[in-house]
């Protein structure tokens, strides 16, 4: 596709459900971002990819928090024994090779723990 | 520490009237400033960013915004606002490791 690709735009989980959120890349990027938006708040960096390794996870909340990115493409970010604080919108983020390349973002998916 | 402040939380004009939404930023070195807009459910699009060079960024749907260093700051202007317009506006940074850093937001609303 022509954008990055988040899915499900949508989940409910219930507290203490794994779930598992995908991103599919504008093809060519290399850079690979994952950022947590919660409701009228701007977006925390949670995580980055350059190909398939992982740079920097700085900003992941806990050991509940796993993303990855195994071929340098699609990555999946994982959260487990889900929490109501949880709640928030993951944008998923690629920009190409150069410094200072604007990053490109997905819809994201919108995550409810009930 | 790098760090972005939007200190407004709101800004509301009328259609036609010249806008401004503010951001100061706090960055060691040369700053790379960026400004993204929110539609509802929609993700973060590019409007435009500011690298080195002119101090005046031009960017898209008309937006601009003005890069000052002895203000630290990269306020982002239209000349003539439009109802379109209206969308949630963020300021970000680019820290050192290629993340960014956002503002938390300033609502845009323009009236008819």
């Known amino acids: 596709g022509a954008g990055v690709s988040q899915s499900p735009r949508y989940k409910v989980a219930k507290r203490g459900q794994d779930v598992a959120l995908r991103c599919d890349p504008i093809?060519?990027?290399?850079?690979l971002f994952w950022y947590q938006q919660a409701l009228g708040q701007g977006p925390e960096f949670l995580t980055y990819?350059?190909?398939?390794?992982?740079?920097?996870k700085s900003g992941l909340p806990s050991d509940r928090f796993f993303a990855e990115r195994p071929e340098g493409s699609v990555s999946t970010l994982k959260i487990q024994r889900t929490q109501q604080e949880d709640s928030a919108v993951y944008l998923c983020?690629?920009?190409?090779?150069?410094?200072?390349?604007?990053?490109?973002f997905g819809q994201g998916t919108r995550l409810t723990v009930v | 520490a790098q760090s972005v402040a939007q200190p407004e939380d709101q800004v509301n004009v009328a259609e036609g009237n010249p806008l401004t939404v503010k951001c100061t930023y706090s960055?060691?070195?040369?700053?790379?400033l960026f400004w993204y807009v929110q539609y509802p459910n929609r993700g973060l699009q590019f409007l435009l960013k500011?690298?080195?060079?002119?101090?005046l960024v031009k960017g898209s749907y008309g937006f601009e915004a003005e890069f000052n260093k002895s203000q630290t700051s990269f306020h982002l202007k239209k000349p003539s606002a439009l109802v379109s317009d209206s969308a949630l506006y963020f300021c970000?940074?680019?820290?050192?490791?290629?993340?960014?850093?956002f503002g938390t937001g300033t609502r845009l609303q323009v009236f008819p």
């Open positions: 983020a690629s920009s190409p090779p150069g410094e200072a390349a604007e990053a490109f």
């Open positions: 093809s060519g990027h290399v850079s």
């Open positions: 990819f350059q190909n398939e390794a992982q740079l920097d």
């Open positions: 960055v060691s070195g040369n700053p790379y």
């Open positions: 500011y690298i080195t060079g002119d101090n």
């Open positions: 970000a940074v680019r820290a050192a490791t290629d993340k960014l850093i």
